[in-house]
């Protein structure tokens, strides 16, 4: 019989550490042959994503904790290789929620056929998929972007937040990124077309966004938190707008308070917090716009793919750690 591999959880991270690889386990089955009404996916891309970290604890969340022994949670896509399934036919170009796994089993209720003759199959995992979602999400329902306001999007040349900026430049904004390290601020100025970029690592946030944004911030696409949440709302305008869609700052450590709520009150801001996956209304809209915008070459990405299964748990650590230079994949096929 034919195997494939898979990765379970194995054990739960510590609260507030970094998981390590004894949290994940590697196992091989058997492939399996699709009852009727199911489908069998090869999956050729795993997606990783920092919610998985919080899936992994039992804290409280908007989700259930990722369940001990089971095929870790993840965004996939790939190739229809069997159907019973009249929706499906081999061949059938895919993207669902089958796991950290080489093949998987589908009743096709969360699987999506997808046109890859022009917008390449990976993508539907990044600016085509979830993340750019995110971001048109964020920025269109909660920032509401105003021709000549100043945004300003955190780990910017991220799956996220290279969108955002993108979209916030076509709607006329003046965008500016915070990244970690010269090269991914040079990109997200030369090559995504950001008006300025801050590095946090070298720079002092404060000084930095009071040179590159003079008249101030209007909307904050937050996707880090800690000290940069802090930085950005003492540079706040009067009624900004903050979507507040990420704190991977925290996800491995203790939460920064915000030092000053007055900045609500005196600048009459408001905070949204926001998971996209609540608003599903959003989802047909937002991905007609980003898949013609990629199609088109309007809007641009970059791919950080680790080669194999085996390398999905470091290439997890190294995501939640900023190693990641753009959408973090898995290569499976
Ligand atoms: N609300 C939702 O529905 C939703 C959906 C998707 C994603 N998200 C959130 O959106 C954010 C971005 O996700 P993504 O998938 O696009 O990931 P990503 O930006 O592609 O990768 C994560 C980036 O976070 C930055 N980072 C990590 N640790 C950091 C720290 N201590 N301080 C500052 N920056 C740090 C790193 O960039 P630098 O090297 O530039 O620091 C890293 O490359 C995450 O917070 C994620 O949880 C939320």
Known sequence: MPTYRRIVLASRPAPEQPPRHDNFRLETLEVPTPSNGQVLVRNLWLS?????????????????????NETMVGGTAGEVVASKHPGFAVGDQVVGQLGWQEYGLSDGSRLSKVDTRHVPLSAYLGAVGMPGVTAWHGLRRIIEPKDGETVVVSAASGAVGSVVGQLAKQSGCRAIGIAGGRDKCRYVVEDLGFDACIDYKAQDVVKA???????????????????????????????????????????????VPIRNPSWFLVRRLKLQGFIVSEHMEDWPPALKELGTLVATGKLKYRESVADGLDAAPEAFFGLLAGRNFGKQLVKLG
């Open 48 to 68: 990783l994503d920092p919610y998985m970290r919080g899936r992994m604890g039992e804290g409280p969340s908007y989700a259930a904790p990722q369940a001990l």
């Open 209 to 255: 966004l009071q040179e590159a944004a003079p008249k101030g911030v209007d909307g904050y696409f937050e996707n880090v938190g800690g000290e940069i949440l802090n930085a950005v709302l003492g540079q706040m305008n009067a009624f900004g707008r903050i979507a507040l869609c990420g704190l991977i700052a925290s996800y491995n450590s203790q939460p």
